[in-house]
T-cell receptor, first 116, second 113 residues
Framework: GAVVSQHPSWVICKSGTSVKIECRSL??????MFWYRQFPKQSLMLMAT?????????EQGVEKDKFLINHASLTLSTLTVTSAHPEDSSFYIC????????????FGSGTRLTVV | DAKTTQPPSMDCAEGRAANLPCNHS???????VYWYRQIHSQGPQYIIH???NNETNEMASLIITEDRKSSTLILPHATLRDTAVYYC??????????????FGKGTHLIIQP
């Protein structure tokens, strides 16, 4: 079945630095990928939709200049958290859907970001 | 997408069937019912989906009422590894997959030994 690989699985960074998270579709091409954020004991919240070859679409309240998304190929989308602060500490999850896949969306294993 | 209502938590004994309800009274005719689960600190995992007929796969069964206003996910023989948050999501089928999923709060299923 479809597999989405997310890297790194966890990262600790200092406040003010930037962190890049990668999301790869391993055995299928994904023109669209999605980025979610999940705070402790809360549900997943869609942050943005990443479109290959074009600008990402951000959900209301998500700062596009802070969460930079690049979808340069059909198998790779990256999320860069710029000038990270402790309140950005969260679980970030990507997902993708193969166009012909009847089984819905495939999710990565998530990235635990801790900003100290 | 139609709104869903699920109980916040449920317990089930290991080896027994776990029945997770979901209400979706505002579902429209072209919307599917999807179930995902999220084991702690992992990404969500697809379980099953259906439109109006009951569905079964190697993981679970999905029972949808005739009026489609509610459904039940059945894990026939629950194991400790089935402890997770289960999300019921209703949305239209999009072959292009242009829209992300909207997650509610889900049901935290705890399998007791």
């Amino acid at each position: 079945g479809a597999v989405v690989s997310q890297h790194p699985s966890w990262v600790i960074c200092k406040s003010g630095t930037s962190v890049k998270i990668e999301c790869r579709s391993l055995d299928f091409q994904a023109t669209t990928m999605f980025w979610y954020r999940q705070f402790p004991k809360q549900s997943l919240m869609l942050m943005a939709t990443s479109n290959e070859g074009s600008k990402a679409t951000y959900e209301q309240g998500v700062e596009k200049d802070k969460f930079l998304i690049n979808h340069a190929s059909l198998t790779l989308s990256t999320l860069t958290v710029t000038s990270a602060h402790p309140e950005d500490s969260s679980f970030y999850i990507c997902s993708a859907r193969e166009g012909s896949n009847p089984y819905g969306y495939t999710f990565g294993s998530g990235t635990r970001l801790t900003v100290v | 997408d139609a709104k869903t209502t699920q109980p916040p938590s449920m317990d089930c004994a290991e080896g027994r069937a776990a029945n997770l309800p979901c209400n979706h009274s505002t579902i429209s005719g072209n919307e599917y019912v999807y179930w995902y689960r999220q084991i702690h600190s992992q990404g969500p995992q697809y379980i099953i989906h259906g439109l109006k007929n009951n569905e079964t796969n190697e993981m679970a069964s999905l029972i949808i009422t005739e009026d489609r206003k509610s459904s039940t996910l059945i894990l026939p023989h629950a194991t400790l590894r089935d402890t997770a948050v289960y999300y019921c999501i209703v949305r239209g089928y999009s072959g292009g997959g242009a829209d992300g999923l909207t997650f509610g709060k889900g049901t935290h299923l705890i399998i007791q030994p």
